[in-house]
Structure formats: C-alpha cells, structure tokens
C-alpha cells in the first residue's frame, strides 16, 4: 500500500515537469514489497522505520507514544483538579454572600395576635355581600357619625367584627355603621371579596 502511494507521488511529481506520457491502460498494479532476503532481514515496514531514525519512530517530530495510542507529553489537562479548586473558589463567594445576607437581616419581634371575636367571620361576610361602600342597605334610626364609636377600636377589621358580634348588620346598637351599608367605620370588603374560600 504505501509503494502505491510513492508511486502515485511520484507520478503527480512528473505531472509538474512538463512532458508526460499517460498510458492507455487505466488499470494500476500493486507492486509487492521486497521480500526478507532481498532486504536483508525484517519486513519492508520496519526498514522504512529503520531508516527513519529509530524502530517505532515514525515522525521524529512528534511526543513520544505510549502502548494505549496517547502522547506521553506534559501538556495535558486534568479537568478533576480544575473542578476542585472552582468548588471552592465558589464556596468562598457562597459564603461571603451568606454573610452579607446575614447582616443585611432584620428580626421583627411578633406583636400580640389581634383578639378574634368568637364566630365572627368578616372574610365570609364580605363574600356574602355584594353592595358597595356607602351604599344603604339597612335602616338606621340615627345617623350620628361613627367617628367617636370607631375611635374604640385598632383597625376597621376589628370595628367590623364587633359590629357584626353585636348583631350587625341589622342591627347596630354601637353606632359603628350610621349610613347603614353593613360595614363598620370605613370598612372594605373588596379585598376580602378577591379571595376564594
């Protein structure tokens, strides 16, 4: 195979000289490699090697090449080491982020949970109603201002439970919904509304 191929190189070379005679036959024959005794001892591959500079030097030029097919140069890459020491450069940024986290934290201390009227539901009674705010729904026999009555009380949330406690909406013995639309100081149910029960 590899006198075919000087012989192919060799006939690409005269193609550059000028004259060349091209033959009629387009069939190529083999010619076969010189035998052991013609040689004198040894194959036609190892004295092609031999002549080259040394038994299994093919190409000077290149690494050295062990039994599995590698080169056996320093120029390779271990990609575990590489893995390792990027573990930790992140695990020294994670934990300079954690503590920059953890001095950016703020600790709320819990307030006192809100006294709940007992049965008293306003997330219901929202869902249950469908009036808007200030709009009349219930007769009142008075229509004082609830400012002073609602002043009793931390937020319309539990303004609106103790109105309904106390028999709101129909009813309305502290004076917390004077225009009688069924909610006590301003209370809105709109938000209360969105939810789903």
């Known amino acids: 195979m590899r006198l075919t191929i000087i012989l192919a190189c060799g006939a690409l070379t005269a193609c550059t000289t000028g004259d060349v005679s091209v033959p ?24 092609i090697e031999n002549a080259l500079g040394g038994e299994g030097v093919v190409n000077p030029g ?7 097919g590698t080169p056996l140069d320093a120029d390779t890459l271990n990609l575990t080491l590489y893995t390792i020491e990027q573990q ?16 950016q934290l703020v600790i709320v201390q819990p307030r006192s949970v809100p006294r709940a009227q007992a049965g008293v539901n306003i997330a219901l009674y929202a869902q249950q109603t469908d ?22 009380y931390a937020s ?14 129909g009813d309305d013995p502290r004076n917390l919904d004077p225009d009688g639309d069924g909610f006590a100081c301003g209370w ?3 938000p209360y509304r969105r939810l789903r029960l």
């Open 62 to 68: 290149a690494p050295p090449v062990n039994q599995a």
């Open 188 to 190: 809105d149910p709109t």
């Open 131 to 152: 009036n808007a705010v200030g709009e009349r729904v219930y007769a009142r026999n008075r229509r004082l201002s609830a400012g002073g009555a609602c002043g009793r």
């Open 24 to 47: 009629s036959d387009p069939i190529l024959y083999q010619v076969p490699p010189p035998s052991a005794s013609s040689s004198g001892g040894g194959d036609f591959t190892s004295t």
């Open 156 to 169: 319309a949330d539990e303004a609106q439970r103790a109105f309904l406690a106390a028999g709101g909406p």
């Open 88 to 103: 930790k450069v992140d695990a020294r940024i994670a934990e300079q982020q954690l503590a920059q986290a953890r001095s």
